[in-house]
């Protein structure tokens, strides 16, 4: 049990649903020997939750379990979370499992005179008896309303159930469809008082997304938003984006980022190893290529790679990158780079980041990439997309892995600035990568707006590519204005003619040095 | 309480097979089940005399079988034969309606 003794809960024991982030929402877990109610549409991941809660129940915290449905059959339901990886046939053979499948059709059926639920009672109670269970799930027991036509008779029955689930201690779920007026058809609420959960599916510019929020839950404190919550292969998990604690080790290692002087500008030594970084540019500006070239890089340190690609397909990414002499292949071919090139706005935000979840625990890596992360949103406003990063960053860290994010950014000013404000407080280091134009010639341009933890250039650097990788330039100061490009050259040449006053003489010097 | 109207319940003691096979689920002896078996014994001795059997199942003795014939309510009773299975539920008192339920037709 993870009730704590310091507070309220001494009286209100909880029995944990051991799904990630629900039993930290609810401080421990769901009220024990009681019933609680889980609420939602169709389609919402109910009974999902629900079999979460009895397979944990059986596998982790020795509580065997009764699962009564009225809507699926045993088989169904086993196939179904087989699909989380639960395997309800053999805890059934273990007898650390019960399914009963209640099936009422209204058209075999014929009602004359009195009746009680007595048939429904007897069978749960031989289930209870069976596996001496500790946790009930009745999914949905509202099927019972279009079953029967005697509401009256029924509702009596249901408040002898619960009562009955009560004074067996059966920490029990009950599901139920969502109402238009009230909080369920039937009002279920009315007799399930203790705790309400309610689950819900919602689509937003054709990007869906679950959430799950704690209604009410008496007798204990609990969190009150709206959580995000995924149905990946593992079972169900509940991102409490605001309680995720912010506790994991920073690693003093740096780690270079496959550009000289880019490091250079980091305080000479690249990023800190697990750090973020996050690459913010317009079109055409090279983001893809420094986070190809920190991929390189890594790799050839002999690190591995995860690299998701979200506007090309690996093989063009690999083409295109060869032109600027950074070769992905041979990382490909020795197995230190995996590239997933998708597009993930196809399989909804949440579910892209279940897989993005998965791969990374598959993979180990040591760098991820993530080219772009604007992409993983259709709406550049989307408010799921900063509590969506903040969770894959904290994931990264926690697991150890160095991130790299591109992002793509209008052409000016003011909107680069707001665009970003959302994501790059979650950022350590942050480059921008800018067109600059003038004289009819534009050149790229990038600076480190921030970099935590470390001495960093405040110099806007040239960034030039050619076939031998990413460069960067100083630029060139004169009279006070910035020259770049053709004009620098000119400049340079000038100056070392000697026709003109440097004013930025340590750049010079280096070009020399170069030269 | 088992007990049967008819015949001995769950085997049938004629070689000839029954035309109507009845399964009369109850949990224990309350007056809706001695209510419901009455009801039926009448009805049955009125409609289908010497053509019908009644299986009386009690759920308290025997829990595990409310699960084959998917008991909810009781009583229930059950038509196994003639096919398809019908349930009526509820202590049978309205004869009417449990005729039409079992779909037997009234003696004119």
């Known amino acids: ?515 | 309480m088992k007990k049967s109207a008819a015949v001995e319940p769950g085997k049938p003691v004629r070689a000839v097979k029954v035309e109507w096979q009845l399964r009369l689920y109850v949990a224990g002896q309350t007056a809706k089940s001695a209510a419901a078996l009455r009801n039926l014994q009448k009805l049955c001795e009125t409609h289908l005399a010497g053509r019908y059997e009644i299986e009386v199942i009690d759920l308290l003795v025997n829990p595990k079988l409310a699960a084959g014939d998917q008991i909810l309510a009781v009583p229930t009773l059950v038509r196994k034969f003639p096919e398809p299975i019908r349930k009526i539920i509820g202590d049978l008192s309205n004869e009417e309606r449990v005729l039409v339920g079992l779909d037997v037709k009234p003696v004119p």
């Not at chain 1, 500790?134 to 008779?153: C, M, N, P, Q, Y």
């Open chain 1, 1 to 515: 049990m993870t009730a704590k003794k310091d507070n309220v809960s001494a009286t209100l024991v909880k029995a944990p649903t051991g799904i990630d982030g629900l039993d930290e929402i609810t401080g421990g877990g769901l009220p024990r020997g009681r019933p609680t109610l889980v609420v939602g549409g169709p389609g919402c991941g109910k009974t999902m939750l629900a079999a979460e809660f009895i397979v944990q129940g059986a596998v982790r915290y020795g509580e065997p379990g009764v699962f009564m449905m009225f809507e699926e059959n045993s088989d169904e339901l086993t196939a179904n979370v087989r699909s989380l990886g639960f395997d309800l046939g053999k805890l059934t053979k273990q007898k650390k499992v019960a399914l009963d499948y209640v099936r009422i059709e209204r058209s075999e059926i014929e009602e004359t005179g009195e009746y009680d639920l007595d048939g429904l009672f007897i069978r749960l109670a031989h289930a209870v008896e069976t596996v001496n269970a500790k946790r009930v799930v009745l999914d949905t027991i509202e099927a019972l309303f279009s079953g029967l036509s005697d509401h009256a008779v029924l509702r009596a029955e249901l408040r002898r159930l619960f009562r009955w689930l009560k004074d067996r201690g059966m920490t029990a779920v009950i599901t139920g469809e969502r109402g238009a007026n009230s909080l369920t058809r039937y009002g279920l609420e009315e007799y399930v008082a203790d705790c309400v959960i309610m689950l819900d599916h919602r689509v937003t510019e054709q990007v869906s997304t679950r959430r799950l929020r704690v209604v009410k839950y008496r007798g204990s404190a609990h969190g009150t938003n709206e959580y995000p919550f995924l149905i990946g292969t593992e079972g169900l998990s509940v991102l409490p984006i605001t309680s995720l604690r912010l506790d994991h080790a920073a690693s003093a290692e740096r780690v270079a980022t496959g550009i000289a002087k880019l490091d250079q500008m980091l305080g000479g030594k690249g990023i800190y190893r697990d750090s973020s970084m996050l690459i913010s540019g317009a079109p055409g500006t090279g983001k893809s290529s420094v986070g190809a070239s920190v991929a390189d890089a890594a790799c050839a340190r002999g690190e591995r790679v995860l690299l998701f690609a979200y506007e090309e397909s690996a093989a063009q990414l690999a083409r295109n990158m060869r032109s600027i002499g950074i070769d992905l292949e041979r990382w490909v071919k020795k197995g230190r780079l995996h590239i997933h090139a998708s597009r993930p706005t196809l399989q909804g935000l949440e579910q892209h980041l279940v897989f993005m979840y998965d791969a990374v625990r598959d993979f180990r890596p040591n760098v991820v990439v993530v080219d772009p992360i604007s992409n993983l949103s259709l709406d550049r406003d989307d408010m799921g997309l900063k509590p969506t990063l903040m969770r894959l960053i904290d994931f990264l860290k926690q697991s150890h892995v160095t991130a790299v994010f591109t992002s793509l950014i209008g052409d000016s000013g003011a909107a680069f600035a707001e665009s970003q404000i959302g994501v790059s407080s979650l950022m350590d280091t942050w480059l921008l990568l800018s067109n600059l134009e003038a004289n009819g010639e534009r050149t790229r341009a990038l600076q480190v707006i921030k970099s935590r933890g470390m001495p960093h250039s405040n110099q806007v650097r040239e960034f030039v590519f050619s076939d031998k990788g990413i460069d960067l330039i100083d630029v060139f100061v004169t009279e006070g204005r910035v020259l770049t490009g053709r004009m620098r050259l000119g400049a340079q040449h000038a100056t070392v003619a000697g026709n003109v006053a440097p004013a930025a003489p340590g750049a010079i010097a280096k070009r020399k040095a170069k030269r």
